[in-house]
């Protein structure tokens, strides 16, 4: 394997493992914003080429952004304002995957 296939690779499984942590993050991020389970537990965050992007249903929607019978309880930008952790986490798996296969 190729130094360049180990570095693509050890990105493509710590953003992976990146968008993992993530999607617990905004779930509790949702679930101490009052939003009732079924809406938080619908949340997922996927890796998309250099980004990550949150879904959600319906449901999750109008807590974030409220409607006409709920006001909005943000969840989902208040995560995304300190996503530090996951970041660095993901760091820190490249950095460790490198240095195992000697190209650090």
Do not use: C
């Not at 969840?75 to 996951?86: E, F, K, L, P």
């Amino acid at each position: 394997m190729s130094d360049l296939t180990a570095i693509i690779d050890a990105v493509h499984s710590a953003t992976a493992n990146g968008a993992k942590h993530m999607t617990s993050g905004v779930r509790s991020s949702a679930m101490g914003a009052g939003w009732p389970l079924s809406a938080a537990t619908s949340l997922s965050v996927s890796a998309v080429g250099t980004s990550f992007t949150v879904s959600g249903s319906d449901d999750a929607a109008d807590w974030e952004y409220g409607n006409s019978t709920r006001t909005p309880a943000a969840a989902v930008h208040q995560y995304s304002q300190r996503t530090g952790d996951a970041e660095s986490a993901m760091l820190k798996e490249i950095e460790a995957t490198l240095k195992s296969k000697g190209i650090l």
